[in-house]
């Protein structure tokens, strides 16, 4: 997720199956609003540091519905 000039948060690992639930926390939900999806390519298990640091492969902007 990527709100405003805040650093990116994770918001977990995406799934090899067809579809990927993520549970967001309640501290996050309030910066969804105009905010940024990206998936990054990680390493196995996901990054080390907690912030990105694979290429981004798609991003995607976030809308109310």
Do not use: C, M
């Not at 990927?20 to 390493?43: M, N």
């Not at 996901?46 to 492969?57: K, Q, R």
């Amino acid at each position: 997720l990527i709100a405003g000039q805040d650093a990116p948060v994770s918001l977990g690992l995406l799934s090899n199956e067809a579809n990927t639930r993520v549970i967001v926390p309640e501290a996050l939900r309030a910066k969804f609003s105009k905010g940024v999806l990206a998936v990054s390519d990680e390493p196995a298990g996901g990054s080390t540091t907690g912030a990105p640091t694979g290429a981004v492969l798609a991003t995607g902007a976030l809308t109310d519905v």
